[in-house]
Every structure is written in structure tokens, then in C-alpha cells.
């Protein structure tokens, strides 16, 4: 029976192909932005989860400046205030898990005939822990090396790629800003930050080498900006109030002064960033999800010119023995036949899309089956809730007065 | 419940609700048809066969009054039990024929048997096997648009035969067709007759009439002849 249902619905879609095309195409449009959506927003979700994951974990970042000059407050950044010094006050705290001030400068670098523009990081060891960053081959320096400004180098995979290509790097000489420099590890892959920068294309040095023979500096032991990491989520609180304590002690500011730093909370404004992506990943689905909802209401449309168009037939089929529910069922079953239809092209054409967005915009996506289900599940729905009214209108056709119908 | 009649209908009342209020259209019918009669139905436009024929079919209730079809008591039952009277008892046959334009003949014929249950292969066995009973076998594929009218009334008298039905009614089953085609859809019926159905047929032309053989003649929603074909009966039917 539901056999010979189907067969008929197919039949009647059939009958008037071009109006059952285009209430399917309603229904296709309404998919395929859903499953687009989906699939960028989700993707958008990705990155940021993965640049955080890559960030590294109840991160502290304690930026120089907000110093006063004659009553004008300078922007952050703009006086060096804080150096290495205050990075090893810090490493003392008790909530703090480890410390790494950063040296950090645009530099020129060159390997043999290969040379490439990248950013060179001077740092100490406490950067890998602090970022939680590995190293894929060859030693880190140490703080042995950070003592004697050793010239020697990390390279980000992406550098190591420039420069070297597929070849190991450790041991080879590499020249920054003209001074040779030994490279005696390569980084583990990093990726892309929350801003959307990639992550492995820097160089790691000793700080100190950093500031006295690569970028020199007029004030001599300053960084830019001191990384800290706190011993947990939990004593996070604690280790920003220590820190400011400390660093204003450290300074020697006065009471009413104002921090001549800023401490930014990174796990704050990652997770921020993170709830920020998953709100817009739920937008862009429920903007979607509104043209799902005009599809179905083109269903519905077109169903109840069907059902008045074959007002006829409804009456034919009641006088030779349907009951009401096979009524309802025949049109019922039209309705998801069109919805299911229109919503299977539909994801055709949604990941179709996706994945075009990916290769020609390179807009990051993520196609998960359950986006999938979910759009396969609202268009049934939609197909059921607005073909409901049209079949139950088709039903409770009164058989004289239908058959009468002209 | 072999001594029960087909058909048993007691002071029944019809009445249209419309925005004037109720119009009175059936006024005390009482009527008892037997297994295998032939019955003809005649009377003025208006009298209210129509809408006789209607009740007797369960696709309307009458307003009052008793009906029982085949020992069961109309009045009490529910819509899928009326569904499925009508798909088993009863074949109808229209004035004009009725049938799905979509489907080809043999679908058409065999429409009551899906709503019956019964599977694709012996819906199209018990089909064609009608088809051929009326004649039709070479047009099983055709179009119902494809064929003539008399061709269509007899897929339609072949629809109403294809569930078994113990009574067949028709509403002017010969009012679009011509004399020739008339005649040969009547000595259809007369044929089924013969196998035992039972025929209750609305018409106008005095000529269908004689086929029958028994005359109910409605006047104003009353029936006024009932018994013999006979010439005056018709006559004064023919108004
Ligand atoms: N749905 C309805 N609402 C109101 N009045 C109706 C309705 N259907 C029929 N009538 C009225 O009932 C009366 C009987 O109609 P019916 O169709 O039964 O007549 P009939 O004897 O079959 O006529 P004809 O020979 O022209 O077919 C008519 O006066 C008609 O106007
Ligand atoms: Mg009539």
C-alpha cells in the first residue's frame, strides 16, 4: 500500500514537473545555505578552538607601557618598561607556572641561497613551556645559552621550509641581519593564531643575544612583552594581582601612579574569541534555517493548490473506499517526497559549495555528518509540519460536495 | 442474514443546510430492495434522486430516518467503516465517469483495490480480468482521455465491479452518452445483473427504463410509483 502511496506521489510530482522543480528548489536553497552555514561556521569554530589549543594554557601576556610623558599617556607598547629581570621577578611567583619575556623584531633571513623576511623571537626557554610547544628535532637552548648570548637558532616549520626545504636544518648555519647564527632545533607545527597569523614562521633566539647583537636597543635588557603562564585556571586571579603587585613594587611606582604595563588576561579573550565563533556558528544556522522555513512554506503553498486542483480526484478516491488517512497519507507523502527531494540535492549542493568556498575563497570549513542529519531531519520535518494542513485539508473533503467540484 | 434485504431505508429525511436554512430535499422515503433486482430511478430534475442515491452510496448521511445496507445499520457507523462499504459492498458508476486522468485504464479499474489492501501483481490480474469482461482488453494502457465516452463508462463500470460489490448504483450512467452507446451500456448492465448484482439506476430517458424492472419514481422528495416498468409509470416519470 504505501508502495503503490509512493509510486502515486512520484506520479503526481510528475504530472506538473516544473511546479514541483521549483517548490523543490526552495526547499534545495534553504538546505544547501543551512549546510553552508553550518559548514563555515563550524569551520570558522575550528580554527579559533585550534588556535587557542595552539596558544597555550592560562597564558598571561604583560605588555610595557601606559607610561605618562608630560601628562600625555602614551599608548601601550610605546615606552620598554619592562625586561628580562621582570620576567625572572615573575618565574618566582608562587602562581606562576613559568615565565618567558619576548624580544621580538622583523628580520631578513638567509640560508646559503634561500632567504626569507620572518619574525625573530628572542625569548628563553620558558617560551616552549609557556606555548606549550614542542620540538620536532634537534635541542632547545637553555638558559646556559640565554647567560652567554650564544648565537644559536629554532626554526618555525615554516621558516625551515623557506630555507631549507626538505632538508633536516639542525646544524646548519643560518644568517640574521648578516650574524651567523647555528640552528639547533626545529619547532613542532603550531599553525595559525587567533588573528589569523601563521604561528611557525618565526625564529627562536636567546633573548639576550636578541637585544645586544641582533636588534640592539637604547634601553639595554628591555622586551616587549613578557609571556607568563599561570599554575592553573583556578589560580589565575591570584597570579594577575601578584604580577601587578610586583611590577609596580619592581618599578617603583608611586601610590596614585598608573601601571607603567598591562596585564591581559589571554585565556580571557581566547575564550572570548572562542564564544564569539560559536555564537556566530548558531547565527549563521539560524539565518539559514529561515530560508528553510520559506521553503517549507512553499510546500504548503503549492500542496493546497494541489489539493484544490484534484478536489475531484480526492472525491473519486473517497467514493471508491479510501478512508481519510489515505487521503492524508497521499498528500502527506507528496509533501516529503518534494521536501526530501528538494533537501537531498540540497546537500549535494550545500557541500558542493563548501567545499568551493574552501578552495577558491580558502574559507576554512567543516562538513560534520551531524549538520548533515540535522538538515536531512528539519526538511522531513518541514515537509510533514506544512504538508500536515494541506493533507488533512485534502482529508476531511466532504465526498459529495468534492465530487460535485468542477 | 440471507432474509435480511440489500437494502432497507425507513421514514428517512434529507435536509440541506444552506443560508436560507435547512431545504427540505427527502420526506419520509421508505424503500426495500432485495438481492439481484433492477431497479430504475425516475422523476423531475430536483426531485431529489441525486441526492437518494448519495445516501444509499454512504457518501452522505440522511438527516433522519433508518438505512440499513446489507443488515448493517448505516447511521451507526464511523467513516473507515463507511470507507469500507463502500469499497467492498458498493460500486458507483457517474454520469460523468469519473475517472483519473493521470492514470491509464488498468490503474483506473484497480483503484479500489488498493484502498482494499490488495497487492500490485493481483490488482492487475483482477483488473485486466474485468477489462476483458467489458470489452476493453486492448486499451488497458490507454489514457482515460484517449478513449471514447462509451469506453469510459464501461472502465468505470469495470472500476465499480473490481472489489465484488454486491450493488452497483448509477447516477444517469447514460446521460452524455448517444443512443447506440446507451443501449450497449445497458445490456452491460443487464449482463450483471444476471450474475447477480443489483442495479440501481437514476435515469431520465424512458427507453434506459425499460431495461429495469422494477420503477421508483420521486416526486418532491417522495416517492410516488413503486412496482412495474410499466408504460404509464414511465410516462408520467418523463415530466
Ligand atoms: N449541497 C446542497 N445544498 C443545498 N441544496 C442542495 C444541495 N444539493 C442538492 N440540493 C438541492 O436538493 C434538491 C435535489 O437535488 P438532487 O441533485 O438530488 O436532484 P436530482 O433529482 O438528482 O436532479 P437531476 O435530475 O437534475 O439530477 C435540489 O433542489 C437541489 O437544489
Ligand atoms: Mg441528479
Redesign the interface.
Known amino acids: 500500500?504505501i508502495?503503490?502511496m509512493l509510486a502515486e506521489a512520484w506520479?503526481?510530482m510528475g504530472?506538473n514537473r516544473l511546479r514541483a522543480f521549483l517548490t523543490m528548489l526552495g526547499m534545495m536553497i534553504g538546505v544547501a545555505a543551512v549546510i553552508m552555514m553550518l559548514a563555515i561556521g563550524q569551520g570558522a569554530q575550528f580554527m579559533v578552538d585550534q588556535s587557542i589549543a595552539s596558544m597555550g594554557s592560562n597564558l598571561f601576556i604583560v605588555l610595557s607601557g601606559s607610561s605618562t610623558a608630560g601628562g600625555v599617556r602614551l599608548g601601550t607598547g610605546a615606552a620598554p618598561t619592562l625586561t628580562s629581570a621582570d620576567a625572572e621577578a615573575i618565574a618566582d611567583l608562587p602562581s606562576i607556572a613559568a615565565v618567558a619575556p619576548v624580544a621580538p623584531g622583523g628580520a631578513q633571513v638567509v640560508a646559503g641561497a634561500a632567504n626569507w623576511a620572518t619574525m625573530v623571537t628572542g625569548t628563553t626557554p620558558g617560551y616552549l613551556d609557556v606555548r606549550d610547544w614542542s620540538i620536532q628535532s634537534g635541542f632547545a637552548f637553555t638558559d646556559a645559552d640565554v647567560r652567554s648570548q650564544t648565537r644559536v637558532a629554532l626554526l618555525g616549520q615554516t621558516v625551515a621550509k623557506n630555507l631549507f626545504g626538505d632538508e633536516d636544518p639542525v646544524g646548519k648555519t643560518i644568517r640574521i641581519k648578516s650574524s651567523p647564527f647555528t640552528v639547533i632545533g626545529v619547532l613542532a607545527p603550531k599553525g595559525q593564531s587567533l588573528n589569523g597569523q601563521d604561528q611557525d614562521d618565526t625564529v627562536l633566539i636567546p633573548v639576550t643575544t636578541a637585544q645586544r647583537k641582533v636588534f640592539g636597543s637604547q634601553f639595554p635588557g628591555s622586551v616587549r612583552f613578557i609571556m607568563a603562564q599561570a599554575t592553573s585556571a583556578a589560580a589565575m586571579p591570584a597570579a594577575e594581582s601578584e604580577m601587578a603587585e610586583l611590577l609596580r613594587q619592581r618599578h617603583h611606582l608611586p601610590d596614585r601612579a598608573d601601571n607603567d604595563f598591562d596585564i591581559r588576561n589571554l585565556t580571557a579573550l581566547a575564550n572570548a574569541a572562542a564564544e564569539t565563533a560559536r555564537v556566530m556558528s548558531i547565527m549563521l544556522g539560524a539565518i539559514a534555517s529561515v530560508s528553510l522555513l520559506v521553503g517549507g512554506i512553499g510546500i504548503m503553498n503549492i500542496m493546497l493548490v494541489s489539493v484544490t486542483e484534484r478536489t475531484?480526484?480526492i472525491?473519486?478516491?473517497?467514493?471508491?473506499?479510501?478512508?481519510?488517512r489515505?487521503i492524508l497519507t497521499q498528500f502527506l507523502l507528496e509533501a516529503i517526497m518534494i521536501s526530501l527531494i528538494g533537501c537531498i540535492v540540497g546537500v549535494v549542493l550545500g557541500v558542493a559549495a563548501a567545499v568551493a568556498a574552501n578552495l577558491l575563497a580558502s574559507v576554512a570549513v567543516v562538513i560534520t555528518g551531524a549538520a548533515v542529519i540535522l538538515a536531512f531531519g528539519v526538511a522531513a520535518a518541514v515537509g510533514v509540519f506544512f504538508g500536515f494542513y494541506p493533507a488533512n485539508k485534502a482529508a476531511r473533503l466532504?465526498?459529495?460536495e468534492a465530487?460535485r467540484y468542477q | 442474514m440471507a432474509d435480511e434485504p440489500l437494502i432497507r431505508i425507513e421514514h428517512l429525511y434529507k435536509e440541506y443546510e444552506t443560508d436560507a436554512g435547512p431545504v427540505p430535499v427527502l420526506a419520509d422515503v421508505n424503500l426495500i430492495v432485495q438481492r439481484s433486482e433492477f431497479l430504475a430511478i425516475m422523476g423531475p430534475s430536483g426531485s431529489g434522486k441525486s441526492t437518494f442515491m448519495n445516501v444509499v452510496g454512504c457518501l452522505d448521511l440522511p438527516t433522519s430516518g433508518k438505512y440499513f445496507l446489507d443488515g448493517r445499520d448505516v447511521g451507526t457507523l464511523d467513516a473507515d467503516q463507511l470507507a469500507h462499504l463502500r469499497n467492498t459492498v458498493i460500486g458507483f458508476v457517474f454520469q460523468g465517469f469519473n475517472l483519473l486522468p493521470r492514470a491509464s485504464v488498468t490503474d483506473n479499474v484497480a483503484l479500489p483495490l488498493v484502498y482494499a489492501g490488495i497487492g500490485r501483481e493481483a490488482r492487475s490480474r483482477r483488473a485486466v480480468e474485468l477489462l476483458a469482461k467489458v470489452g476493453l482488453a486492448p486499451f488497458a494502457d490507454y489514457a482515460p482521455g484517449r478513449i471514447s465516452g462509451g469506453q469510459q463508462q464501461r472502465v468505470a463500470i469495470a472500476r465499480a465491479m473490481v472489489g465484488n460489490p454486491q450493488i452497483i448504483l448509477a447516477d444517469e450512467p447514460t446521460g452524455n452518452l448517444d443512443m447506440k452507446t446507451s443501449y450497449e451500456i445497458m445490456d452491460l448492465f443487464t449482463q450483471l445483473n444476471a450474475d447477480g448484482i443489483t442495479i440501481v439506476l437514476v435515469t431520465h430517458e424512458p427507453d434506459i427504463a425499460t431495461y429495469a424492472k422494477r420503477l421508483v419514481r420521486f416526486v418532491d422528495g417522495r416517492i410516488t410509483h413503486d412496482g412495474a416498468v410499466s408504460a404509464p409509470a414511465i410516462a408520467g416519470a418523463g415530466a
Open positions: 500500500m508502495g503503490q506520479h503526481a504530472a475531484r480526484e472525491g473519486i478516491r473517497i467514493a471508491i473506499g479510501a478512508r481519510q489515505d466532504k465526498p459529495i465530487l
